[in-house]
């Protein structure tokens, strides 16, 4: 079984039952947050059924493999995947975000006007 306790453990303290939309896209520092991308997916889809993006894989897994002309193209599909969202949620891990979550948030709460989640805040209180 994927998500077993092990799989989990560093998310036991996360309330993802707040998110009431059904599509996802997950944005975050990927040098800081690819652990979080991949767990907090497979959380969000099979225990929650919800329906998760993100930018890409191949980014997620290899960034230091792109060049810069390649990774701003991967920015610039970030941004139309956004419009077919319902809501993004942050993996602001260690409270950092960077500059280009911070361009998505942007596109998202100006354009777009569709709710935001915070990993962060969703962190249940003690």
């Known amino acids: 079984m994927r998500l077993n306790n092990e799989f989990i ?7 993802f039952s707040v998110i009431k939309e059904d599509k996802i896209f997950l944005v975050g520092s990927i ?4 652990d979080y991308f991949i767990k ?4 969000l889809q099979i225990i929650f059924s919800k329906i998760v993006s ?3 894989i191949d980014g ?20 139309k ?3 077919d969202q319902e809501a993004i949620l942050v993996l602001d891990v260690d409270g950092y975000i960077g500059d280009q979550t911070q361009e998505e948030i942007k596109y998202f709460t100006q354009k777009l ?5 915070y990993l962060s805040d969703l ?3 003690k």
Request: charge should be positive; include cysteine.
């Open 31 to 34: 040098t800081k947050a690819k």
């Open 60 to 79: 997620i897994l290899n960034k230091d493999l792109f060049s810069t002309e390649e990774w701003d193209k991967l920015q610039q599909i970030a941004l």
């Open 40 to 43: 907090t997916e497979s959380i």
């Open 81 to 83: 995947k956004l419009s």
């Open 9 to 15: 453990e560093d998310f036991k303290n996360y309330d």
């Open 54 to 56: 993100v930018c890409s």
């Open 123 to 125: 962190k249940k209180q």
């Open 113 to 117: 006007k569709k709710p935001i989640y």
